[in-house]
């Protein structure tokens, strides 16, 4: 019995996120302790950063 993830959607439109991006150099660098992530919305053609921890992203169906 599967039971379906929730998908990490944008905040702004509501679509799922298309695909992950890599963090900026002062994201991996200096801010390296912060749990944020950044994903791309197509819908609204911008990156979105959330802040979320890798516990909590487990719950979420992967963003591919």
């Known amino acids: 019995m599967d039971i379906e993830k929730p998908q990490l959607s944008c905040s ?9 991006k890599k963090r ?6 200096v801010l390296f ?3 944020v992530k950044v994903f791309f919305c197509a819908f ?5 950063y959330v802040w979320i921890t ?11």
């Open 12 to 20: 702004k439109c509501g679509t799922p996120y298309h695909f992950p």
């Open 24 to 29: 900026s150099w002062p994201l991996r660098n």
């Open 33 to 35: 302790f912060l749990p």
């Open 44 to 48: 609204c053609l911008k990156d979105r």
């Open 54 to 64: 890798d516990k909590e992203y487990k719950k979420f169906k992967k963003v591919i």
